[in-house]
């Protein structure tokens, strides 16, 4: 999680030299990248960074962990050793940001119930905090080819992230 901050702070202060417009970051992950893309939208991080809160412009969680007392609850636990203050730290649910920006929440209609929970869940507290997210379930998918979407521009979850990104999203 550090990595990828460490990695938004670098394109904020340093992307400009690689044509990449600082102003403009967008980010987006599956499954545990869906996670990382929660963790970068989470508050509490920028000033380490020294980045302003809105640094993030859009982001695309797909069939991310948005909670992980789940996990801390499973065989998981028995090597990953979360205590309840790491769960609470590192679940993007827990930790939603002052300022938020636009996001496409999506899931796989071919997923395990948890993964769309959580994103629903996610989408809703998105919601309620005030900012907008669009929730999308992705028909004939699963968990590990949701992804594959973004490579067809015909496909709804590539078109929301064009959307997204120009600014024509209306949230639902």
């Known amino acids: 999680m550090r990595e990828v901050r460490a990695a938004i702070g670098f394109l904020r202060h340093s992307g400009s030299r690689y044509g990449i417009d600082p ?89 395990p119930d948890g993964f769309k929970r959580q994103s629903a869940e996610y989408h809703r507290l998105w919601r309620e905090a005030g900012f907008s997210s669009t929730l999308m379930e992705i028909d004939n998918r699963n968990h590990f080819d949701v992804v594959l979407d973004l490579a067809n521009s015909e496909a709804a979850l590539s078109k929301a992230l064009l959307r997204l990104i120009n600014g024509d999203l209306q949230p639902r």
């Open 23 to 111: 102003n403009r970051i967008f980010v987006g992950g599956s499954s545990a990248g869906g996670h990382l893309t929660g963790s970068v939208l989470s508050g509490g991080w920028h000033a380490a960074f020294d980045v302003p809160e809105d640094v993030i412009k859009g982001a695309m969680p797909i069939s991310g962990l948005f909670h992980l007392a789940p996990i801390s609850r499973s065989f998981v636990q028995d090597w990953i050793k979360f205590d309840d203050q790491s769960v609470r730290q590192l679940s993007p649910a827990e930790n939603l940001p002052r300022v938020g920006c636009p996001i496409v929440t999506a899931y796989a209609a071919g997923e």
